[in-house]
């Protein structure tokens, strides 16, 4: 059983790089030529034809540079290889040994907590992948082989403990760090690159290399966008707050488009707003598979106001990297439901009834998610209850229930008519987020065709426990933000720390000054949902009261309070999956304002309820000595 693989290595400046493809236990080496082309024959016997290949660049040693590559099974390479059994880039990206498939094995690796050795080890990480990491971390590997004199002008060396880029890129907390003083150090540097690398034919794709149309409908997630791209060349992008038809072709260097003008949000400013639109101008492959692909989307954005139309654009060019999980990667509705049980269900966020609002603060309830449940069958639908949240003006939750139809499209879509007039299409995708599924709505009303992504959460699977509820519950940190921590501290006594971090200086490490705390108290509710609650004095600095309301205090006020609504707790990751609901008052403006001072009750400002989680562990993410 023998199979060529023909791709290519980028060698930067570099001489006498060589390559090394691992067949299981079975090693094969081979040459680059002075252009960065290798070819190499493989030849194993038929019972290691599950037999994991990966391939890796090796350079000199003073580089620092190791570039690697996950292909694949010896089955899966025959296959994509096809009759000739020769594969070559245009047939997977991954024969390539670039920054690009370095990022994406270091990644992939860790998502699956380990060495990949296998395609369903592989599939399963591919369902976790996040592209946007990939290609930042890929730029700033590029970057220091390419540049790695600049790099180290501004103190960008490889970090201590590290002998070379792809142990560094294992590493998501120190890699993170690099990425963050890469792109704060060398801006413009670092975009160029970025700019470079999606113009080389080597680097991407500019075709899908996989056995699947190019016209198909893509999920975006991170982007918040579902992209449809139709046979005859015409096809429909939507996003939060619109949706826009535009016309595609493919050309040599990819896709490109016209008309992909989309609003991603609006800014209100009194009774002025400012709309930001995205231009989509193309997109080329990342890469591309039959589990996931990711994409590249080269696009302008600009600011404008509804009295400016008139007005010469202010584009700013944007490239973004995005995960892309295409229609045939979707879960059948009966293996992600069941009947007659309660669900916390996502929706583009709306705005949320105030029912007897204090109208001199001008509140707003932001609403991302309902509580359904479903009755009837499968095979001819039935009926659904669906719970609205609103609120009151002090704060307190109000719900009203309506009614509403529900059928299957297919088996892949569930469609939810409610009698408020709104019409819900879910899809559940085969890809995971934080263990859960990722689910996509598209709603159709009188806002127009708005989509989400998030997690439907199972009510009630989980609650919380009186004796184990104690400890530190920290926010998911983000990879673009490697010194911004947020968490709390659930104390024994009843009282909480609320602690954040942030790089104001951007000098890339953290001070004393650069954290914020914030003292509260917690208890359960009635119905056993944790409350957590954050006070003020009114001259400024966090304070805890001798009681937990304050409406009568007027030196230690009520700034926020939030719900945890516990649904489910990973018991591996102490992960805590909950619908959380989030109030802040105001209650200091009775001293301020006309007409309230004889206000006695706390005065809600702005509210917010959604699906989330929490990652239960056991030190603070950071040493702060002087938090007691």
């Known amino acids: 059983m023998s199979l060529t693989i023909q791709g290519y290595v980028e060698t930067a400046s570099y001489t006498g790089v060589e390559v090394k493809f691992h067949v299981g236990d079975t090693e094969f080496h081979g040459d680059v030529d002075s252009l960065g082309n290798y070819s190499i ?5 038929e019972s290691k034809i599950d037999n994991f290949i990966s391939a890796e660049a090796i350079f000199p040693g003073i580089s620092q540079v190791k570039y690697f590559s996950n292909l694949g099974s010896m089955e899966k390479l025959l296959q994509r ?3 000739d059994q020769v594969l070559v880039h245009s047939e997977m990206n991954e024969v390539n040994i670039t ?4 990022a994406l094995s270091a990644h992939l690796k860790g998502r699956n907590k380990g060495e990949i050795k296998s395609d369903s080890e592989l599939i399963f990480s591919l369902k976790q992948l996040d592209a946007s990491i990939v290609f930042d971390v890929a730029t700033s590997i590029k970057l220091f082989a390419d540049n790695k004199n600049i790099m180290e002008d501004v103190g960008l ?21 690099f990425v963050y003083n890469t792109k704060k150090r060398l801006p413009d540097l670092f975009q160029e690159m970025q700019s470079d690398m999606i113009r080389n034919g080597n680097l991407v794709g500019y075709t899908s290399n996989v056995n699947l149309p190019i016209a198909d409908t893509y999920y975006l997630p991170f982007l918040r966008m579902r992209l449809v791209l139709h046979p005859d060349g015409t096809g429909e992008v939507n996003g939060e707050v619109d949706h826009a038809n535009f016309t595609w072709s493919q050309i040599d260097e990819g896709i490109i488009f016209e008309g992909a003008d989309l609003i991603r949000y609006v800014s209100a400013f009194d009774s002025h707003y400012v709309e930001n639109h995205i231009l989509i101008n193309s997109l080329v492959w990342l890469m591309d598979g039959d589990v996931i692909s990711s994409i590249i989307l080269n696009v302008d954005e600009y600011d404008i106001s509804p009295d400016e139309k008139d007005t010469d654009l202010d584009l700013k060019s944007e490239i973004y ?11 059948k509705i009966s293996e992600s439901l069941k009947l007659e049980q309660e669900y916390s269900f996502p929706i583009p966020a709306m705005a949320g009834e105030i029912v007897n609002p204090v109208v001199e603060v001008s509140p707003w309830f932001s609403v991302n998610v309902l509580d359904m449940s479903f009755t009837g069958e499968f095979g001819i639908g039935g009926t659904v ?7 009151e003006g002090d704060g307190k939750r109000v719900n009203t229930t ?3 139809l529900w059928r299957l499209e297919d088996d892949k879509k569930i469609v939810v008519d409610a009698s408020t007039g709104s019409k819900f299409t879910y899809i559940f995708l085969d890809y995971i987020y934080n263990e859960k599924k990722l689910t996509f709505v598209l709603e159709e009303s009188e806002r127009g065709q708005i989509i989400d ?5 199972t009510q009630n699977l989980d609650s919380w426990q009186e004796n184990s509820v104690e400890g530190i519950y920290q926010f998911r940190q983000h990879f673009t933000q490697p010194l911004v921590h947020s968490w709390f501290e659930i104390n024994s006594n009843g009282t909480v720390n609320r602690i954040s971090t942030f790089d104001s200086n951007f000098d890339g490490k953290l001070e004393a000054e650069e954290f914020d705390i914030y003292k509260g108290l917690w208890k359960f509710s009635g119905d056993g949902n944790l409350l957590i609650r954050v006070y003020q004095k009114i001259q400024g600095g966090s304070c805890i009261p001798n009681e937990w309301d304050t409406q009568f205090n007027t030196e230690c006020l009520l700034v926020n309070e939030r719900e945890w609504d516990l649904s489910h707790i990973s018991k591996e990751q102490q992960l805590f999956w909950m619908r959380k609901e989030l109030k802040f008052f105001v209650s200091g403006k009775r001293q301020e304002l006309p007409g309230l001072s004889d206000l006695t009750s706390d005065i809600f400002s702005s509210g917010h309820i959604y699906n989330s989680f929490m990652y239960k562990v056991s030190e603070r993410p950071v040493i702060f000595p002087s938090i007691k």
């Open 81 to 83: 290889a096809g009759e």
């Open 453 to 457: 992504f998030d997690t439907v959460l």
């Open 385 to 391: 209850n669906i719970s609205i949240p609103g609120i």
């Open 41 to 45: 024959y493989i030849e194993v016997n």
């Open 321 to 331: 990297a995005e995960t892309a999980i295409r229609s045939s990667r979707t879960i």
């Open 402 to 404: 309506v009614s509403g």
């Open 157 to 177: 060396f490889l970090p201590d403990g590290f002998n070379h880029v792809y142990e560094l890129a294992e590493s998501e907390s120190a890699i993170s760090l």
């Open 99 to 102: 920054s690009i498939s370095t």
